[in-house]
């Protein structure tokens, strides 16, 4: 192990939990596990470099600016701290029919220390409180309405199940997890936020001009039946107000996809990782990919990893957490066979399905004036209406449309614009994924395009994300041709959208294309996961690869061993020391966007443990 | 910009990442420079640290990239540097840290804000985008195979037969690029690409394009594909990679690039609240535009047609 690629306690020699992976779900259940009450000793790993100098400086010290920068090519080219698609790649297909073709970004994540949300915009809504309780809500609502058709709800390979608990139980998380991060918001925007206990711990920051023109063009759109929609301020862990030792948001534009220069947003390393890295019982180390857990079926013994040098080395612990993302910590069970040959874990033969991406929908419009999305948070406000529950997201809302009753559950819309990147966003688009006469390749046609920014300083649009239907088919394993750099077998990503959400994304479509006119928008057009048609129609005739970052499923959560891998603690059904606290254990995606739930349920899972409460 | 002249060596004198031969040619250099006095030495080092094209190469790279963005009334992509930007690429692992990702968290372009008043402050930080970040193990081996070629890096192999092929370097696509580029002009018009008149670049580029140039099995893209890419990234990316000399591309776009540490939206401890920028407001229009939109030019109208018009088709298809 290279001594630099360590943090934190560099004496420690054993631990009680080690975790794997370092962001929302791994670097918060470090710190509720190294916290004064718990005392545990805590080993992370870390696959990914680490961007942040100085984390584990003491707390009487600032926090060091780490090495994230306003840097297109950086981040959006050469992928600074993203899963690399050379050393890494995954493949994907669509079914069981056809050859899984490489395709090196199947929705990839950042590795690195402190994880992937550091590299989102760090949007934080919380899900519904029917959410967790969705299949039963539907059954009912079938049952108590003839005629009521929900298509493919109950056939298989959709696989609803509910949460193995309630909204309630987990709503101290939440209110923990918003303290924690340092969320902005404006408790009662949303009309459809389920009850909250505690306000936000700030108010929101400065709104997007763009945004504001959504915002007024949805208030003149009617939902059937419902009346007018109902925009509010998104909440985000990003700073609004000085927060701890973290400074404001000054809205410097390079924020989704980017990592955060001044530290205003609430990623894991700057908040519950440092934490716990400044407790004196973590020890954290980075460039350091886990290949094996070492087994004997029912009980984990170590991990085994790859450093900085390529020497395999091995940790010991009592227990360990997979917090690796769903992809990644799903693949690290399949490449840990049990001595009889098994796939550890695996007793409900689900492990690795249930995978969920949300269907991302994209409406997009010219607006004739300058949008100017490079100065922001890139989304300041959305719409929850499409989410299709009633206020207060207690219940699934009914809609009577042409062909008589129907449910409608999509998800959270999100206001976005163009960033005005133009290496990436404009550049691309006209010289290479507009085909032939219909773009500017090269020349003046291509310097002039760019110089107006005739896309970066002028598309605005909506983009709903979605719920998919957990089916056991959509699923990660183990590809059988190619491989990563440390000579593992790479994830193979079979994925295909339901007719659950495309029927939702079909009755949503109309209406968002509304609010783009009311806003003032010159033509429209639609995108989204199985139609590439605004930003990528090359991909999307090619059958491009998901890309919507919102990964859920793979190590689904309930009560029942035979339909699910761990049970409601986290632990695995079969393995008495295997834990998981990421994404992975999610039963359904709802339609928020995922990470405070994320670090929510780590919170739960965590406290469980150490039988301590949540710190509010 | 004339290039500046180039000593008919390669480049980097301890040549472990060099090919066989380039190391040959080096340690040609080294021995002719061991006849020298010893400050000619570090001048031959010093020359030769950062070059990868010979002074032909590199007057045919600029004609190339400069034809991709011409100039007009705003510089193009010669001015702007962007076969500097190329060969900083090329050459990032003469570097002790392979120029690769810049650092963070500031340049010194933009002030701090001053939070007690909501306004800029006087006070600036620190370039620390020229200080490029240490790569690890696995990032060095990923880059390298992007330079050199995946059959050309020690452990980069390891897709290359399910992939139906090795990753073909950046360096061997540039010099086998730039050979038939200018062989091409050669035979059609008897002189060197780099000193024909624009008409006739062009017109020798788009000939050449997807007929000579096609996409390799790997990266999915031709010598122009990647020409391309690489003069957009030498324009519009940070100055401390090599290209967007003066920050003038981003002047060209009217962006300012990067903005931190100051950014757009000023918080005032005073008001506890924000203060906006007036020239770069972000909750209101540009003040350019209060009395109503900038016109776009015919391209950029253009643009916006076709995709439109292609958007419109295709949700068609699919029913949308």
Known sequence: MPRDDILGNRALRHFDVCIIGSGAGGGTAAYVLTRDDARQKVLVLEAGP????????????????????????????????????????????????????????????????????????????????????????????????????????????????????????????????????????????????????????????????????????????????????????????????????????????????????????????????????????????????????????????????????????????????????????????????????????????????????????????????????????????????????????????????????????????????????????????????????????????????????????????????????????????????????????????????????????????????????????KGFSVSGETVYAFVRPREALLGAAPTSRHIMGTLRMGAERTSSVVNPAGLFHDVDNLYACDGSVFPTASGYNPTLTIIAVALKIAHGIVRTPPAV | MAPEPTPPVPREVPALLLGRREFLKGLGAVLAALASPFTRLRQVYAAARGRFFTAHEFATLEALCDRILPADGDPGARELGAATYIEALLTAFDQPVPLIFAGGPFSNRNPFPDNATGTPSNKRPRDAFRHFIRLTRWQRLRWRAEIFGSDHVAGAAFNDVAAGGPLPGLRQMYREGLRAVDGAARTMTGAPYAGLSSDQQDAILATLDRSVFKPDARRGMSFVDVLIQHTLEGCFSLPEYGGNRGALGWALLRLEGDDQPLGYSIYSAAKDGYNERPDHPMSTPNPDELAGPRALSPDGERIQQSIMTLATALSKVFGE
């Open chain 1, 50 to 521: 680490n961007p942040f100098r100085g984390l584990d400086r003491q707390p009487h010290q600032p926090l060091p600016f780490p090495l994230h920068g306003n840097d297109e090519l950086k981040y959006a080219v050469r992928g600074y701290i993203q899963q690399d698609p050379f050393l890494e790649p995954r493949t994907f297909r669509i079914d069981d029919t056809s050859e899984a073709a490489l395709a090196g970004d199947v929705n990839s994540l950042p590795k690195a220390v402190g994880g992937a949300f550091q590299h989102a915009d760090c949007k934080t809504p919380r899900f519904n409180a029917v959410d967790f309780r969705l299949k039963t809500a539907m059954d009912a609502l079938i049952a108590a309405n003839p005629g009521l058709l929900v298509k493919g709800f109950n056939d298989e390979p959709a696989n609803f199940a509910d949460w193995p608990f309630t909204y309630d139980e987990l709503e101290p998380f939440y209110a923990e997890a918003e303290m924690l991060y340092g969320v902005q918001g404006k408790a009662g925007d949303n009309v459809f936020e389920s009850r909250r206990s505690v306000p936000y711990p700030m108010p929101p920051g400065v709104p997007m001009y763009f945004a504001l023109r959504l915002a007024d063009g949805a208030r003149g759109v009617t939902l059937p039946g419902y009346g007018p929609l109902n925009p509010h301020t998104y909440p985000a862990a990003i700073n609004s107000r000085f927060y701890g030792d973290r400074p404001p948001c000054v809205d410097c534009g390079l924020c989704s996809g980017f990592g955060c220069p001044n530290n205003s947003k609430g990623s894991p390393a700057v908040t519950a990782l440092r934490r716990a890295l400044l407790s004196g019982r973590c020890q954290l180390r980075f460039n350091a990919t886990a290949v094996r857990l070492v087994n004997e079926g029912g009980h984990v013994s170590a991990v085994e990893y790859v450093d900085d040098t390529g020497r395999r080395q091995r940790a010991t612990a009592s227990a360990f957490m997979l917090a690796a993302s769903a992809i990644e910590s799903a693949r690290l069970c399949l490449l840990s066979p049990t001595p009889s040959g098994a796939v550890l874990g695996n007793t409900s033969g689900q492990l690795g399905q249930n995978l969920m991406f949300h269907l991302q929908t994209t409406v997009s419009g010219f607006l004739p004036e300058r949008v100017h999305g490079e100065r922001g948070r890139a989304v300041t406000h959305g719409i929850s209406d499409f989410r299709g529950v009633a206020p207060d997201g207690e219940e699934i809302r009914l809609f009577t449309a042409a062909g008589g009753k129907r449910v409608a559950l999509g998800g959270i819309c999100e206001f976005g614009a163009s960033q005005g990147l133009p290496i990436t966003e404009d550049g691309d688009i006209y010289a290479f994924q507009l085909p032939g006469p219909l773009g500017a390749r090269m020349g003046l046609p291509l310097k002039n395009a760019l110089r107006d920014q005739a896309l970066g300083q002028h598309l605005f649009g909506l983009t709903m994300q979605a719920e998919d239907a957990p089916q056991r088919t959509n699923r990660v394993d183990l590809d059988p041709r190619y491989r990563d750099v440390h000579g593992f077998p790479v994830s193979r990503i079979t994925y295909k959208s339901h007719a659950y959400e495309l029927a939702t994304r079909k009755f949503y479509i109309p209406i968002m294309k509304q609010i783009l006119q009311q806003a003032g928008a």
